[in-house]
């Protein structure tokens, strides 16, 4: 809601979330903890549509009213709704994109560390309790990372000898 165009680095494929929108009082204010602010980094795909936004918007905010001021949040569920529906894809809450996003970025492979610092939790132990059971750490899989592992570092080491 309060996203100005100024917070995103579309060449640096990056967003800056620097402040928060209050519904009730119709304000800009700081993020509700420390961790609010924070840094996201964006996909090549909202890259695109994000690009193809800005060039028929004319503002400040990303998403707002042709004055400026941010968009009535109250509509906003059913307009999602409205528009999943017309590409036919299957219909979520907006709080379950959010969801989305986290779970695909665990399934790229992001550490939980980087992984709270753009979800905005105050400590990684919120994301862990949060997705944990998304994150890969089973035993055969702990088992094949760590004979990686340690194949890479014999190899190393017998290099290394080889060169001495």
Same mark, same amino acid.
Do not use: C
């Given at each position: 809601?309060?996203?100005?165009?100024?917070?995103?680095?579309?060449?640096?494929?990056?967003?800056?979330?620097?402040? %928060?929108?209050?519904?009730?009082?119709?304000?800009?204010?700081?993020?509700?903890?420390?961790?609010?602010?924070?840094?996201?980094?964006?996909?090549?795909?909202?890259?695109?549509?994000?690009?193809?936004?800005?060039?028929?918007?004319?503002?400040?905010?990303?998403?707002?009213?042709?004055?400026?001021?941010?968009?009535?949040?109250?509509?906003?569920?059913?307009?999602?709704?409205?528009?999943?529906?017309?590409?036919?894809?299957?219909?979520?809450?907006?709080?379950?994109?959010?969801?989305?996003?986290?779970?695909?970025?665990? %399934?790229?492979?992001?550490?939980?560390? %980087?992984?709270?610092?753009?979800?905005?939790?105050?400590?990684?132990?919120?994301?862990?309790?949060?997705?944990?059971?998304?994150?890969?750490?089973?035993?055969?899989?702990?088992?094949?990372?760590?004979?990686?592992?340690?194949?890479?570092?014999?190899?190393?080491?017998?290099? %290394?000898?080889?060169?001495?």
């Amino acid at each position: 809601m309060a996203l100005r165009w100024s917070d995103v680095d579309l060449a640096g494929g990056v967003i800056r979330v620097e402040r %928060a929108w209050d519904p009730k009082s119709r304000i800009m204010i700081e993020p509700k903890s420390r961790a609010g602010r924070r840094r996201v980094p964006i996909a090549a795909v909202l890259r695109d549509v994000l690009v193809e936004h800005k060039m028929r918007v004319n503002g400040e905010l990303v998403l707002g009213r042709a004055d400026g001021s941010p968009f009535d949040p109250e509509p906003v569920p059913a307009r999602a709704v409205r528009a999943w529906g017309h590409v036919s894809l299957k219909q979520i809450t907006l709080h379950e994109a959010r969801h989305t996003f986290a779970s695909l970025m665990i %399934a790229a492979g992001v550490n939980a560390r %980087a992984l709270t610092t753009y979800m905005g939790h105050a400590s990684v132990t919120i994301t862990y309790d949060r997705y944990g059971h998304l994150m890969p750490g089973n035993e055969n899989e702990a088992a094949a990372l760590l004979d990686a592992y340690l194949e890479r570092a014999n190899t190393q080491a017998r290099l %290394a000898a080889l060169e001495d």
